[in-house]
């Protein structure tokens, strides 16, 4: 019972680290990458706090060095989730009631162990697994994931903060409890951080979780069980399952129990999971709460006030980071005729300067995209530009499998704006521009907004703060994090909730309280302390 009405640590976003040549967090960084790249990792399930394996596993392979094992998974079968459904009700029952002090504390002992101690060791798995750079997997593995806890915890008081008014003589006030069942938490490959948020934002809130991770995000998830198994979570409260994932969510959709999906992942798997939870409603003790970040085709828009170099130098960063492989990455640009020479040049000359490999060279700004899948698709879109009539590609285009699956940074130019590389969200390091003319530039905008299903980022360039304010308003419902003058990729925990509607999401904002709230039911309570006994009111008399 709280004896007190507790400030929570002020929540500071981690300072990110420079990891500059002969820094001590670059040494232990690539001396802990080169240790865990040459070890053989054997990565169980977590069910109840017990360590699981099946003998059915699957390899963790390096996406630039295939060839080469680091680890491997097991895989579930029915039995293992219907019991991971069963010990989660089952901790639910001292998890839901224990004081939301003791779930606070358990977190922000996360964020300083994954500060400290675990920081180099999540980094390296992201870095393996994942093929991120040394900086991609600093701001995300690191930076991201303590920034998530330590503000998370915050808003989860600032939630609480949140009571009705008490008339005289009766005491309103309002419980968050959690849900009443267990959540479903699917996850991404591309950010470790949103992999340990999904689980975590409910858990913090009460909840108990049956966590299926990406397949090619085991090993950083298994990092992740090990902060969470230190920092004091109890057994059963997040329960972590691989395998076929047709059978997992239909297992998991399948129990009356289930009160909550937390999806990040493509825009048809939420549909479609989504039409699943609707078939099986009646099924259901209560309504699931459904929160999903899906798709999207990001855009970066110019207007002939912009300066070319900054944008080049957005569409350089935006797009190729982490080889387009970010949920926000630019991946369609728009540029007045009367620029585009300038930010060609820019462009070219920027590109020209990234060096592509392994993580383990810090020179490397591009390194390999996550599996053969992502690459045969990706190519085939290349291969169709150089092709095809409507399009050309102007920097770039080239691609090479053999060892790592690794694709050039590429610009395709088109014809027109509804081309398919416009339109269609590749998930690699692949930009298309389209030129337009300067009197067109209000048309232009209606193209942004009307081209594609999708509305998670966006970034408009312009000096002219009329422009920008016309701009603004033409594209306010293109995407849910919109960039002026910045590139539409980077949003920070505490400064730039992250989420989009249309097709890419419901919008629930990452990284704030209003993300947390779907993870309550609340409970209001009113107390009358003089009791009426007369039933007659004064317009009787």
Known sequence: MARGFFNVPIAVNEPVKGYAPGSPEREELLATYKKMYASNID??????????????????????????????????????????????????????????TERASIFLKAAELLAGPYRAKMNASTMIAQSKNVHQAEID?????????????????????????????????????????????ITPFNFTSIAANLPAAAALMGNVVVWKPSDHQAYSAQVIVDLFKEAGLPDGVINVVYGDPVMITDTVLNSPDFSGLHFTG????????????????????????????TGGKDFIWAHNSAYPLQVATAITRGAFEFQGQKCSAASRAYIPASIWGEVRKH????????????????????NAVIHEGSFDKITKYIDAAKADN?????????????????????????????YQTMTTELFGPVITIYVYEDAEWENSLKLVDESTEYALTGAIFSTDRYIVEQAS????NAAGNFYINDKPTGAVVGQQPFGGARASGTNDKAGSAQNLLRWTSVRLIKETFVTPQDYKYPFLG
């Open 390 to 418: 409507n399009a050309e590609v102007i920097i770039g285009g080239g691609y090479d499998k053999s060892k790592g699956y690794f694709i050039e940074p590429t610009v395709i130019l088109a014809k027109d704006a509804s």
């Open 473 to 476: 308003k033409a594209l306010e």
């Open 347 to 366: 462009l070219e000359n920027q590109v020209a300067e990234l060096k592509m490999g392994s993580p383990e060279d810090p020179s490397n700004f591009i």
């Open 43 to 100: 990565i169980p399930m977590h069910i109840n706090g017990k360590e699981v394996r099946t003998g059915n596993t699957k390899n963790v392979t390096p996406p630039h060095d295939h060839k080469h094992v680091v680890g491997k998974y097991h895989t579930a079968d029915k039995i293992h989730i219907d019991e991971a459904i069963a010990t989660a009700l089952e901790a639910r029952q001292a998890w839901s009631s224990v004081s939301w």
């Open 266 to 293: 493509s825009t048809f798997v939420f549909k479609e999971l989504w039409k699943k939870i609707g078939e099986n409603i009646h099924t259901y003790k209560t309504y699931p709460r459904i929160v999903g970040e």
């Open 141 to 185: 593995a690191a930076c991201e994931m303590i920034d998530f806890f330590r503000f998370n915890v915050q808003y989860m008081t600032d939630i609480f903060k949140d009571q009705p008014e008490s008339a005289p003589g009766i005491w309103n006030r309002v419980e968050y409890r959690p849900l009443e069942g267990f959540v479903y938490a």
